[in-house]
C-alpha cells in the first residue's frame, strides 16, 4: 500500500493529523492489526469466526502448492534453516539458480535478489539518484517515497510529477542542467487500484531526458507478462512483468519486482545491467551488512518459477475469470471504482468516508475479509476498500463476496458511477 503525502501541499492550519485515521481502524476495528489463529487456503479464523480472505496478496495461490511445499523440507536439509553469512561473503547456490532463471524469465540482463522491495528502495534509490535529481509519482507507493526522501537527504534534489501528464515530467526535466544523475521513480502495477502506468511514454522521455527509469511492480509480477497471439488471457503470458507486459525493454529501465506476492515468499529483486548489479554489492547495504532470505523462501522461489513454468498460465486464466466475475458484479451495481483493467485488485470507494467504521464491522460480520483502505493510503475522496482475488479464491467465495456488495450497495453506502 502506499500513502499519500497530499498535505504537504495544504496550509499548516489545515493539515490533518496524518496518521489518525489508519490508528483509529488500528485501535477500534477487528480487520485491522488482527491476530489469525487458523488459514485454511483463504479461509481463516480470527477468535471464534472465520472469514473469506480477500486481502491476500498470493495471488497465484502458490502459498498452498503442495509442488512447492514439498521443496522446503529437503532444501532445509541440504542447506540449514537459515544461511546467515551476508551475501557478500557467501550466497547458497539457490541464489545463483534464482537470478539466472529469473532474469531468463524476465528477458533482463541481469538480475539481483535481496530480501525486500522496502530495503531496496531504501537502499538503491539513494544510490542510483546520487547528488543528481530524482522525480517520484505522486501516488507510488510509500516504500518508494520514502527511498527518495532518503536519497533527497543524501543530496539529490527531489521533485514530483504524475504518471497520467508525462509532458510535465518532460518540461521539468528540460528545465535542468544535466549537473548529476537524473532517476524517475514509479510504480508499475498500482497496489490500490491494479492499475498501470504508460511505460512506453515514460520511458521515451527518460531516454530522452538522460534519465533512468526505476519501477515498482511488486504486484505485477507473476500476474501481467509479454503480450502472444497464444496468451490465454488479457495478462498475457508468464507473468513476466510490467516490462515485458507493455513491450518495453530494459534500456534505461530498473525494474523491482517481489516474489511476496505471487510468489508467496520473502524475496525481492532487480533487472538491472550486470555492470549496475557488481556496482550495488558494495555501494548499496544490504548485499553487504543484512542477513539474507531464509531457505524456505529460496526454495519455494525457486520452485515457485518452476511451477509457473508449467502451470503459471493455466492459473492466471482461472484467477482473470475470478477477477472479471467480481468486477463485472461491481459495474453492474453502478459502484464507482479506479480500477480500470482487470488485475485482481479492485479498489471500492465508499460515498462517505465517515462511513467506513460501519462498512468495516458489516463486512467482518459478514465474514468477508478486505485490506481497509484509510487516508492516506488512499486520497480521502476514495477512502474505502481494496479486494483482491487469487486463485484459491473459490466460486462460492466470488458468490458471497459479490452479494455482500450488492447488500453495502442497497444501503448507498458504496460510491457510484457519476
Ligand atoms: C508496490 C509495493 N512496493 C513495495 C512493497 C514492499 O514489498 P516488500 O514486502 O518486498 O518489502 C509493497 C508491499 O506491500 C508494495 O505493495
Not at 173 to 178: E, G, H, I, V
Request: proline share 6%.
Amino acid at each position: 500500500m502506499r500513502t499519500i503525502d497530499a498535505d504537504v501541499e495544504l496550509p499548516r492550519e489545515r493539515r490533518a493529523p496524518r496518521l489518525a485515521d489508519l490508528d483509529h481502524l488500528r485501535r477500534t476495528s477487528p480487520m485491522s492489526d488482527a491476530v489469525l489463529d487458523e488459514v485454511r487456503g483463504r479461509h481463516i479464523r480470527s477468535g471464534g469466526h472465520w472469514l473469506i480472505d480477500f486481502a491476500s496478496c498470493n495471488y497465484l495461490g502458490f502459498d498452498w502448492d503442495p509442488e512447492i511445499i514439498d521443496e522446503i523440507e529437503p532444501a532445509v536439509r541440504r542447506w540449514g534453516t537459515h544461511p546467515s553469512w551476508s551475501r557478500l561473503l557467501g550466497s547458497p547456490r539457490l541464489y545463483a539458480d534464482i537470478e539466472e532463471r529469473l532474469a531468463a524469465l524476465l528477458g533482463a540482463p541481469d538480475t539481483l535478489l535481496l530480501p525486500t522491495a522496502t530495503l531496496i528502495h531504501a537502499s538503491v534509490i539513494p544510490v542510483l539518484a546520487g547528488a543528481g535529481h530524482v522525480f517520484v509519482e505522486a501516488r507510488a507507493h510509500k516504500t518508494v517515497y520514502d527511498g527518495c526522501v532518503s536519497a533527497r537527504g543524501q543530496g539529490a534534489r527531489l521533485q514530483r510529477f504524475r504518471a497520467d501528464r508525462p509532458d510535465e515530467l518532460d518540461a521539468l526535466m528540460r528545465a535542468l542542467p544535466y549537473d548529476g544523475p537524473r532517476l524517475v521513480c514509479l510504480d508499475g502495477v498500482d497496489s490500490m487500484s491494479g492499475n498501470i502506468p504508460d511505460l512506453p511514454v515514460l520511458a521515451a522521455i527518460c531516454r530522452d531526458r538522460g534519465a533512468t527509469l526505476y519501477v515498482d511492480d511488486t504486484h505485477g509480477f507473476g500476474v501481467i507478462g509479454e503480450r502472444t497471439a497464444a496468451e490465454p488471457c488479457p495478462y498475457g503470458s508468464r507473468g513476466n512483468s510490467v516490462v515485458r507486459h507493455t513491450g518495453e525493454t530494459y534500456d534505461g529501465i530498473v525494474l523491482v519486482g517481489g516474489f511476496s506476492k505471487a510468489y508467496s515468499s520473502l524475496l525481492a529483486f532487480l533487472a538491472l545491467p550486470s555492470v549496475l548489479k557488481d556496482h550495488l554489492k558494495t555501494a548499496a547495504g544490504p548485499y553487504l551488512y543484512s542477513g539474507p532470505s531464509p531457505t524456505a523462501s529460496l526454495a519455494t522461489a525457486l520452485a515457485g518459477l518452476a511451477v509457473n513454468d508449467r502451470r503459471g498460465d493455466a492459473i492466471r486464466a482461472d484467477l482473470y475469470a475470478k477477477t472479471v466475475r467480481v468486477l463485472r458484479h461491481v459495474r453492474g451495481l453502478g459502484l464507482d471504482t479506479p480500477s480500470v483493467r482487470e488485475f485482481p485488485i479492485v479498489e471500492i470507494p465508499l460515498a462517505d468516508a465517515a462511513d467506513l467504521d460501519a462498512v468495516a464491522r458489516f463486512l467482518w460480520e459478514r465474514g468477508i475479509y478486505v485490506t481497509l483502505a484509510a487516508y492516506p493510503l488512499v486520497p480521502r475522496d476514495r477512502v474505502g476498500f481494496r479486494i483482491q482475488v487469487t486463485a484459491l479464491n473459490s466460486d462460492e467465495d466470488i458468490d458471497r463476496l459479490n452479494d455482500t456488495l450488492s447488500r453495502l450497495a442497497e444501503q448507498c453506502v458504496l460510491a457510484r458511477r457519476r
